[in-house]
């Protein structure tokens, strides 16, 4: 007979005298792992969101002050631009007011120069 056969263990009862992890201690270290990893994500989740709700304020609040400012500009430019179409007639009344003045001019002095 071999002195391992299948029916006879090599090391005797030292193998069942070693204390074994119970499947159930296991167990449960690994729940409250997952138990303690859920809960940090949660909390790093929840730190995002309050962040994000901070961050959502800041860009509406930077949104607004932009509006605000863009509207005060496009009313300037509306008073700048009648401004600039007020001077636009009165710059065109003087051009036309002064050929009229440099024509007359020339018509005195071609009837000055004919009769002298």
Do not use: W
Request: overall charge positive; some cysteine; aromatic content about 6%.
């Amino acid at each position: 007979m071999c002195p391992f056969s299948s029916k006879q263990n090599p090391y005797g009862s030292l193998v069942f005298a070693l204390p074994l992890p119970s499947p159930s201690k296991r167990h449960h270290k690994n729940l409250r792992l997952n138990m303690l990893n859920r809960r940090r994500a949660q909390l790093k989740e929840a730190k995002q969101r309050k962040r994000m709700i901070v961050v959502k304020a800041e860009i509406e609040r930077k949104n607004l002050k932009l509006y605000m400012e863009n509207q005060n500009i496009i009313e300037e430019n509306k008073k700048l631009r009648t401004q600039a179409m007020l001077l636009h007639k009165e710059n065109k009344a003087l051009l036309s007011e002064l050929q009229n003045k440099i024509s007359e001019q020339n018509n005195n002095n071609t009837y000055n120069s004919h009769f002298m």
